[in-house]
């Protein structure tokens, strides 16, 4: 018997026994999530798929949030610069392009924390890493909801069944769907009439990073903060409300629901800022003003908040952290095959945008306009090094994406020596 079913089954046992049971490895039974009832049949080899890479396979009491417990751990404050560490940071950056900008800071357990930074309070646009934002909003308005019960927070998200509408137009990027009778299962952008839970949403905007589940998920907190425990609302009173109630008004809800708990996190509105909704019917529905932002600073404080439980609550950061776990395809920055064994929370973030150019052929990740890249990951390796870093660039003409690999591997080296 191969050593994965051997560890799922010792995972279904557990749940047997009344433990926590596996997520994301059987994640579905807690959360609803049904892309989870796949992997776990891919795992327990009841399903055809590809096998996720062995750090993907941790179990949901294997997750933990790495710095909960003393005085210093609860502080908003990043340790100083490491001089050897910078030094060694500094040295893959010479002959590099000067747009790239980082902030990685090891926690490895029973060792000196050790910080290094170059060009980390520099601005970009955050793409899709501003879905960041929006699960920490999501959190953070299910606890004005159900302040004394974490559980009801989850049974929200697992109950409230939300069907695409224009709010998800256009997207392209494409969902896993999983059929949890048939088994039928397909990648495919967002369709109208297509009906997820929240909980799904919510994974969908992380793990596959498709906008129209970040404009869904961003319209549902809007909706939290607009009816509070009347939530959810009935269709007409969702109708109504976005018809009522001026556009001004929807648009203050929706700046303060994402960037209050940044706030309450420690992260000033320089370091990392989201006002705009993902996809074109969102932009439209809720038009705001204000612009937004992201730096190295901004991001790595964010993770520095969530792994310290300051991202709205304990349960909520932990619960964001298990949403950023990747099981699926790692890309980009995960994909560096120096991280294969490591567990790998990853948000990404892409912008590129080409014009004619004679000789140049623009392709995905290579414009040569702009050309934002855009990384934020926590990285465990199983009893080594645990560390987090954001890494942005605006490279043009070059693919960024193997770019980002690449650095990912550099920087594995270093922490790792």
């Given at each position: ?165 224009e709010w998800i137009l256009s997207d392209t990027h494409e969902i896993p769907v999983f059929d949890t009778a048939s088994k039928s299962f397909a990648m495919r952008p967002a369709r109208i009439g ?224």
């Open positions: 018997m191969k050593r994965s079913h051997i560890t799922y089954i010792f995972f279904l046992l557990l749940c047997m026994a009344g433990v926590l049971c596996g997520y994301p490895i059987d994640g579905y039974k807690t959360t609803g999530i049904r892309r989870l009832e796949r992997l776990s049949g891919i795992i327990g080899g009841t399903l055809k798929g590809t096998m996720p890479v062995e750090g993907a396979r941790l179990s949901l009491e294997q997750i933990k949030l790495n710095l909960i417990g003393t005085l210093e751990d609860s502080t908003f404050v990043l340790p100083p610069v490491d001089a050897e560490f910078q030094k060694r940071i500094d040295n893959l950056f010479p002959n590099r392009h000067e747009s790239y900008s980082l902030a990685v800071l090891e926690i490895t357990p029973g060792k000196p924390k050790r910080f290094a930074q170059r060009q980390a309070d520099r601005q970009f646009s955050p793409g899709s890493v501003g879905k960041l934002a929006i699960a920490a909003g999501l959190f953070a308005e299910l606890k004005k909801i159900c302040p004394d019960s974490f559980e009801e927070r989850c049974r929200i998200l697992k109950s409230r069944m939300v069907t695409a509408d297509d009906v997820f839970s929240l909980y799904e949403w919510a994974d969908h905007m992380l793990s596959a990073s498709a906008n129209s589940a970040a404009s869904i998920t961003w319209k549902e907190v809007v909706l939290m903060r607009a009816f509070g425990a009347g939530y959810p609302p009935s269709a007409e009173q969702e109708k109504e409300f976005f018809q009522k109630t001026p556009k001004s008004q929807i648009a203050e809800i929706a700046f303060a629901v994402v960037n209050e708990p940044l706030r309450a996190a420690g992260i000033e509105k320089e370091e990392f800022q989201l006002a705009s909704l993902f996809t074109g019917t969102g932009k439209r529905k809720i038009p705001i003003s204000a612009g937004s932002n992201a730096s190295p600073i901004g991001l790595i404080k964010f993770l520095l908040a969530l792994e310290q439980g300051r991202i709205v609550d304990r349960p909520s950061g932990l619960e964001i952290k298990r949403l950023m776990y990747m099981t699926a395809k790692r890309i980009r920055y995960a994909s560096a095959p120096a991280l294969t064994g490591a567990a790998v929370y990853f948000k990404s973030g892409s912008l590129y945008r080409c014009k004619e150019e004679p000789g140049f052929l623009c392709g995905k990740y290579m414009g040569n306009v702009e050309n934002v890249m855009n990384s934020v990951a926590i990285v465990e390796h199983p009893d080594g090094p645990v560390y987090l870093v954001v890494l942005m660039s605006n490279v043009l003409r070059k693919n960024s994406a193997v770019e980002h690999q690449t650095i990912a591997t550099y920087i594995d080296k270093i922490i790792k020596n």
